[in-house]
C-alpha cells in the first residue's frame, strides 16, 4: 500500500469563526495537496506544489479539482433503529414514538435484522458524507453488536450504545435495570476501543427509565468516566409535564439527570430546547452538551432552538448538531444547517454559513472531545473527507456563476445541496462512497 496525494481546493477550521469576514478561523488552500499516509492519516497539507515535491516518488494521485475538500461530517444525534420509521405522520414526539418508532425497534430482537439495517444505516452516511455519528440502539444488545460490528468494518469512528429503559414502552422493548447494567458493560467490554468505536451509556430519556434504572445508569458513569453518556432533554412540553411528573423530587427534567451524576463534558443532551436559566447554568457549569437536531424539532412541532443565545450567554452551552434521524428528515448534514439557519431566521438571529459547516466539522468534534483525531484536516488526524462539489445540479451550475466568494459557495451548498454534492466520501484515506454504490449496484 502507498502514500495517497489527493488534490483540490481544501478547507478547515481553526477555530470557531467570529463573522463572516474571519478568514484567520479557517485554512483554505486554492489548489491544495493533502497527503494521506499508508496508516490512514493526513501526512502533509498545503500548497499542492510544495506537497508534491515531498511525497513519496511512489505516492497514488487523486485529483478532485475543482471540488472543495473538507473533513467528513459528524453527526451527534442519530437513532440507528429508525431508517423504517423516517417520514412517518404523526401529531408530535410521544404519539410518534407511542405508534411508529417502539413497535419498530421491537425487530431489532433479531440479529439477522439488525445486521441488515447497518449495511444501510453505514451505505447511508457515507453517501451523505457523514463518516462519524453518535447512535442509540435499540435497547437490545444485538443491535448495538450489528452496529459496531459494520463500524469496525468500515474503520469508521462510531460512538453507539444499547438503549436503557424500562418503563413507558412496549414489552419487547424493556429491559431492567440489572439487564441494562449488565449488557450495557457486556457492550463496552466487546465494542470499547476495539477498532474506532466508542461506547456511550444510554438511558433512551426519564420517562422510559426508573429510578433503580437511572441509578444503574449513575453507577455506569462512575465505573468508566471516560464514556460519552446520551439521553434526551426537553424535546416538547408534553414530554417536559410527564417526566416531571415521574420525578417529582426533582428541581426540573435537568435536574433529573444531574441527582444521578449524568452531566459532564462527555454528555450529549438530544434537543434541549425549553429550558429555564437555571437549567442552562446547570449544563454551563457541567459542561455538558446541547445537541440541536433542526429538521426532528420543525417535523415534529417540538420548538424552535434558541442556538445563538445559548452561545453567548454570559455562562455559555456547549453546541452540537444532529440529524436526529429517525425523528429528523434528512440524513444530509447540509440540509440540517439548512434548517438550523431557518430556525435562527424564525429566532431573530443569523447563522453564517462559515458556522455552519465549523460545526459540521471541527465544532462537532470538539463537543465530542475528538478534535485531535476528526473534524479538521491537520497533520496527525485520520483522513476522513468528503468532497463536495458546488455545481453538482443544473440550478446549483447555474447559480455558480454568480458566486464569488468562498462563504457564499458554503452557503450555496447548505442551502441547496443534498447527496449529489458529496463526490467522494474518505475514511482513514480510503474511498468509501463509489465503493459502496459499486457494491450495491452489483458492479
Known amino acids: 500500500m502507498t502514500s495517497t496525494l489527493i488534490r483540490g481546493r481544501l478547507l478547515s477550521f481553526k477555530r470557531a469563526p467570529h463573522s463572516l469576514t474571519d478568514s484567520d478561523s479557517y485554512l483554505y488552500e486554492h489548489d491544495g495537496g493533502l497527503l494521506v499516509g499508508t496508516d490512514g492519516k493526513i501526512a502533509a497539507i498545503g500548497?499542492?506544489?510544495?506537497?508534491?515535491?515531498?511525497?513519496?516518488?511512489?505516492?497514488?494521485e487523486i485529483d478532485?479539482?475543482?471540488?472543495?475538500?473538507l473533513p467528513g461530517f459528524i453527526d451527534t444525534h442519530v437513532h440507528f433503529p429508525q431508517m423504517q420509521v423516517v417520514a412517518s405522520y404523526a401529531a408530535n414526539l410521544l404519539e410518534w414514538l407511542n405508534t411508529y418508532t417502539f413497535p419498530e425497534e421491537c425487530r431489532f430482537v433479531e440479529s439477522d435484522h439488525a445486521t441488515r439495517i447497518a449495511t444501510h444505516f453505514y451505505d447511508e452516511f457515507l453517501r451523505?458524507?457523514?463518516?462519524?455519528?453518535?447512535?442509540?440502539?435499540s435497547v437490545h444488545k444485538a443491535s448495538a453488536d450489528a452496529f459496531f460490528a459494520e463500524a469496525l468494518k468500515r474503520n469508521m469512528c462510531m460512538v453507539g450504545g444499547k438503549v436503557m429503559m424500562d418503563r413507558n414502552a412496549p414489552q419487547g422493548l424493556l429491559d431492567t435495570p440489572e439487564m441494562g447494567y449488565d449488557e450495557t458493560r457486556a457492550v463496552i467490554e466487546r465494542w470499547h476501543?476495539?477498532?474506532?468505536?466508542?461506547?456511550?451509556?444510554?438511558?433512551?430519556?426519564?420517562?422510559?427509565?426508573?429510578?433503580?434504572?437511572?441509578?444503574?445508569?449513575?453507577?455506569?458513569?462512575?465505573?468508566?468516566?471516560?464514556?460519552?453518556?446520551?439521553?434526551?432533554?426537553?424535546?416538547?412540553?408534553?414530554?417536559?409535564?410527564?417526566?416531571?411528573?415521574?420525578?417529582?423530587?426533582?428541581?426540573?427534567?435537568?435536574?433529573?439527570?444531574a441527582r444521578y451524576g449524568l452531566l459532564g463534558k462527555k454528555t450529549l443532551l438530544g434537543h434541549a430546547i425549553h429550558l429555564s436559566e437555571r437549567e442552562l447554568?446547570?449544563?454551563?457549569?457541567?459542561?455538558?452538551?446541547?445537541?440541536?437536531?433542526?429538521?426532528?424539532?420543525?417535523?415534529?412541532?417540538?420548538?424552535?432552538?434558541?442556538?445563538?443565545?445559548?452561545?453567548?450567554?454570559?455562562?455559555?452551552?456547549?453546541?452540537?448538531?444532529?440529524?436526529?434521524?429517525?425523528?429528523?428528515?434528512?440524513?444530509?448534514?447540509?440540509?440540517?444547517?439548512d434548517e438550523a439557519?431557518?430556525?435562527?431566521?424564525?429566532?431573530?438571529?443569523?447563522?453564517?454559513?462559515?458556522?455552519s459547516f465549523h460545526l459540521m466539522t471541527r465544532g462537532n468534534a470538539?463537543?465530542?472531545?475528538?478534535?485531535?483525531?476528526?473534524?479538521?484536516?491537520?497533520?496527525?488526524?485520520?483522513?476522513?473527507?468528503?468532497?463536495?462539489?458546488?455545481?453538482?445540479?443544473?440550478?446549483?451550475?447555474?447559480?455558480?456563476?454568480?458566486i464569488r466568494t468562498l462563504p457564499e459557495e458554503l452557503f450555496l451548498l447548505q442551502t441547496m445541496g443534498d447527496d449529489r454534492t458529496v463526490v467522494e466520501t474518505y475514511v482513514a484515506g480510503k474511498a468509501m462512497k463509489s465503493t459502496s454504490i459499486a457494491a450495491n449496484s452489483g458492479a
Open 47 to 60: 500548497d499542492y506544489a510544495a506537497v508534491k515535491a515531498d511525497a513519496p516518488e511512489d505516492v497514488t
Open 193 to 257: 476501543g476495539k477498532g474506532r468505536n466508542h461506547v456511550a451509556i444510554t438511558p433512551r430519556f426519564a420517562i422510559t427509565s426508573t429510578p433503580g434504572q437511572m441509578k444503574a445508569a449513575q453507577t455506569l458513569a462512575e465505573e468508566f468516566p471516560d464514556l460519552f453518556i446520551q439521553t434526551h432533554l426537553s424535546e416538547n412540553h408534553e414530554e417536559i409535564r410527564y417526566t416531571c411528573e415521574l420525578y417529582p423530587e426533582a428541581k426540573d427534567y435537568t435536574d433529573i439527570y
Open 341 to 355: 439557519y431557518k430556525i435562527q431566521q424564525l429566532l431573530g438571529e443569523r447563522l453564517n454559513p462559515l458556522e
Open 128 to 137: 451523505q458524507g457523514t463518516t462519524t455519528a453518535v447512535a442509540y440502539c
Open 64 to 69: 478532485h479539482r475543482p471540488h472543495l475538500i
Open 281 to 337: 447554568d446547570a449544563l454551563s457549569e457541567a459542561g455538558s452538551i446541547a445537541v440541536h437536531c433542526p429538521t426532528s424539532n420543525l417535523f415534529l412541532g417540538s420548538g424552535l432552538f434558541p442556538m445563538k443565545q445559548l452561545m453567548r450567554r454570559e455562562k455559555p452551552v456547549r453546541i452540537s448538531v444532529a440529524t436526529d434521524i429517525g425523528g429528523g428528515s434528512s440524513y444530509s448534514m447540509l440540509k440540517t444547517m
Open 366 to 402: 470538539e463537543a465530542l472531545s475528538m478534535q485531535d483525531d476528526i473534524g479538521t484536516l491537520d497533520i496527525g488526524t485520520t483522513a476522513d473527507l468528503v468532497i463536495l462539489d458546488a455545481g453538482a445540479t443544473p440550478a446549483m451550475k447555474l447559480r455558480m456563476e454568480t
